[in-house]
């Protein structure tokens, strides 16, 4: 189990930029992904972005060009810096950690989220 806490999180108005944090408990090293979802009220949560232990990184199609995922390994904390923001993008934003390798099949660990408000 790996305990996740976000932050960064907060009031911007559309076209400004955040920075989240997730820092975790345990080496990175040893999680196979990390990434980052949000909720909106009343929407499914999705898949913003994420990076594996070796470095490959996927976005969701609204935030190509706009989110950049990274991680320091030194710090056991992965980032998601967010530009350009839209009203749209107002959501909470969970960190989540998933390692392959298990007896029953991948495992999930999550953060308690940050909300990311974007004003028009």
């Known amino acids: 189990q790996v305990q996740l806490v976000e932050s960064g999180g907060g009031l911007v108005q559309a076209g400004g930029s955040l920075r989240l944090s997730c820092a975790a408990s345990k080496s990175i090293f040893s999680i196979n992904v990390m990434g980052w979802y949000r909720q909106a009220p009343g929407k499914q949560r999705e898949l913003v972005a994420a990076?594996?232990?070796?470095?490959?990184?996927n976005y969701a199609d609204f935030g190509k060009g706009r989110f950049t995922i990274s991680r320091d390994n030194a710090k056991n904390t992965v980032y998601l810096q967010m530009n350009s923001l839209k009203p749209e993008d107002t959501a909470v934003y969970y960190c989540?950690?998933?390692?392959?390798?298990?007896?029953?099949?991948?495992?999930?660990?999550w953060g308690q989220g940050t909300q990311v408000t974007v004003s028009s």
């Open positions: 990076v594996t232990s070796g470095g490959s990184r």
């Open positions: 989540n950690a998933r390692i392959l390798q298990t007896l029953t099949g991948p495992y999930d660990s």
